[in-house]
């Protein structure tokens, strides 16, 4: 049984929840770090975690505020820290690039510190695939050159990922970085496109499609994600590593859309769209490292992680 003390940020979120309910199942002790901000409603992120009190430590709190956070650490005595908290979502980032900024980046920092000065020597991050920019290399690996983002979200998860490097090369920290490719399953924000999507089509309503439809995603099912956080926090092999965590196949939108179509019964009505800017041509992880390593692999497929979303979305 894990006795372990684990400090989850952002763990009212939809994958942060994940966790969460995973780390509890095995009987560790987490302590929650959450702001309820207002990027999407926070009714839904106070549903996520009700069931989990009082097993969990629940702090209403900025990452951005050092000094809050500080206080955290002081009283906290964590074993590791897993990193979910972010300012999320790559279009919103392009106008609105300044709180990406100073959530990503600045509250990674104030997080790293708090673990050097209060000795915490284990550190999940949880990175995007959106790093890889316009990478013409398929699939992505994590070896691969970065010469180029193309939104204030995906370079602010770039810029963490160096300063990760940093604390664990200067200060002894294990630190793994995850680069997460379009996740997806149950308690999803309801501002991403899986959700948006389905909500609409079962409810006869239009959807958005930007674009002819080509580009391209590497979906994950959310308890495949879990199963990689986990493993990366039991990782000890060395002190520093990037992992991809991804389903490893890659989904055109047109291909989505069906796929969608066929899980709520009906036709989708779709509003023809141009591209958006800073939205990536495809995304395909490549998942060796992770596989050698980590132990860790897919296993859920696309339409079948559709149908338990389903399932999931019908019931609420």
């Known amino acids: 049984m894990d006795s372990l003390h684990y400090l989850v940020t952002g763990g009212a979120g939809f994958i942060g929840s994940h966790v969460v ?58 074993d590791c820290v897993i990193h979910l908290a972010a300012r999320a979502g790559v279009r919103p980032s ?20 708090s673990c050097r000065h209060n ?3 284990r550190f999940v991050f949880a990175s995007s695939s959106s790093v890889y920019g316009i990478n013409e290399k398929v699939p992505f690996a994590e070896e691969d ?8 979200y995906a370079a602010t998860k770039l810029a963490c990922e160096q300063i990760c490097s940093n604390y664990s090369y200067l200060f002894g920290m294990r630190v793994a970085c995850l680069r997460f490719f379009t996740v997806y399953g149950p308690r999803q924000r309801p501002d991403l496109a899986i959700a948006k999507f389905f909500a609409a089509i079962r409810n006869g309503l239009p959807i958005e499609r930007y674009g002819d439809g080509g580009t ?20 000890s092999a060395s002190q520093f590593e990037i992992f991809n965590l991804g389903g490893s196949r890659t989904t055109s939108l047109a291909e989505l859309i069906e796929s969608l179509e066929r899980v709520a019964g009906r036709k989708a009505i779709i509003v023809q769209k141009p591209e958006q800017q800073g939205d990536v041509p495809r995304t395909f992880a490549d998942v060796e490292k992770a596989k050698r390593l980590l132990g860790w692999e897919p296993h859920t497929p696309l339409q079948e992680g559709l149908e338990r979303y389903a399932e999931w979305a019908l019931r609420q």
């Open 21 to 78: 309910e995973s780390l509890l199942a095995d009987g560790a002790r987490v302590t929650v770090i959450d702001d309820f901000n207002d990027y999407y409603n926070p009714a839904i992120k106070q549903r996520n975690v009700a069931g989990f009190l009082p097993d969990i430590e629940l702090v209403r709190g900025d990452i951005r505020d050092p000094a809050l956070v500080e206080r955290l650490f002081a009283r906290g005595n964590f």
């Open 216 to 235: 391209r995603r590497d979906y994950t099912y959310i308890e495949d994600i879990v199963s990689g956080v986990r493993a990366a926090a039991d990782y």
């Open 119 to 121: 000795g915490v020597k």
């Open 94 to 113: 392009i106008l609105d690039p300044k709180s990406y900024v100073t959530t990503n980046i600045d509250g990674t920092f104030n997080l790293l510190d």
């Open 145 to 152: 050159a970065i010469p180029r983002t193309i939104s204030p």
